[in-house]
């Protein structure tokens, strides 16, 4: 009785030879695979960085006729070193702070007595220069008698960690990376090779062909995603788990939206070089200006209101909400959910039609064909 081996699908085959390809391919793998989790240590440096400022800013608020002791404590407060001092109404300060442009703030009373309370504003980014602040203020003050100082906490209650908030974008271009340099430019080099024509000749439908790439770079994907997902929750604080099946719909719906964008891209551009060079050139806006890297409460209004007309603002504000929190969300992660499925189903109908079986090559051939006719009825 004859043995028979039960060999892999079609789909399979493809499936394994676009992974083999991604991973062999240095400036795939490099770009795929290495770039991405770069930024991650680039953040946690930058992160150090911040700690390790010694230099303490505040805002003052000093009332309109002061005491002598209350000017005193003003004067003593501008001439401590490494302490800068911004003053302005009480209500200038609170606005600063909920945009972010001060931490903390001291409210000073009219007179210091046993009925006088000095209150110090300040966002929880501002609580150990507010600690910091109770000192010099308690030395200045002496002696224990003196005013009571209180605190309050206004605006936000995350300070900002760069490498805790940049987690989620650098999941976004994880994804922008494998979506568009390793399925644009592979689908142009294909091309060029002459490797879609020969496929076009085959049996093998274009449904199947783009299923096996999806397939490979979803699987690839998730990778990414497990990787990300197990620094947040090990590493840097660790997320609700009841928010997982909402992170992984988000992010199928990204990197769907996403693969749907490299194939247009590996339909319209011409040549590799030239993709490289305008996904290169895509990528940094796309970082910069929808909140992905840098919060965007820290840019001018403008930047906002850009962000809001770009998808991938949406994708990385649904990721950042429910993997490290968000207190400035741009729209719910329902809505953030549909407007990336609706962008999705805009760019898979027109990825549809644009597919074709090697067709710069065929509209070569028909020109050069074209060509030769001439010359021979001349």
Known sequence: MEQTTKRPSTLGQLILTNLRELVRDPMNFF?????????????LFISLLMKKDTTLEMGLVVPDSPSAQVQFLVDRLEHTPDLKVVRGSEAWHRDQLHKGQEQVVLVLPAALNDQATLRILNTSAGAAQSATLRSIIVE??????????????????????????????????????????????????????????????????????????????????VGQLTIVLAISYFALGKFPLANLPGILLSALLGILMILAMGYILGEIIPSPEAAGGLIGGLMTPILLL????????????????????????????ALRQQMTGSDLPIAPVVIDNLVILGVTVVLVALAVPLFRWGQPEAKATRRSKGSSAVLQHS
């Not at 290495?34 to 953040?43: A, G, V």
């Not at 003196?146 to 650098?170: E, K, M, N, R």
């Not at 340099?181 to 496929?199: C, D, K, S, W, Y």
């Not at 909140?291 to 991938?312: C, D, E, N």
Request: no cysteine; net charge positive.
């Open 140 to 221: 200045a003050t002496r002696p224990a008698s003196g005013p009571a100082v209180t605190t309050q906490l206004i605006g936000s209650q995350q300070s900002f960690d760069p490498a805790h908030y940049s987690l989620p974008g650098i999941l976004v271009m994880a994804f922008l990376t494998l979506g568009l340099f390793g399925t644009a430019v592979p689908l142009i080099t294909m091309r060029q090779r002459g490797t879609l024509r020969l496929l076009g000749l085959t049996p093998l439908s274009p449904l199947t062909f783009a299923g096996a790439q999806i397939i490979a770079r979803f699987l690839l994907a």
């Open 31 to 43: 770009f795929v695979l290495i770039f991405p989790f770069m930024f991650i240590l680039i953040f």
């Open 290 to 317: 929808t909140g992905i890297m840098l919060p965007l409460s820290i840019m001018p209004s403008i930047f906002l209101t850009m962000a809001k007309f770009i998808p991938f603002t949406y994708l990385g504000d």
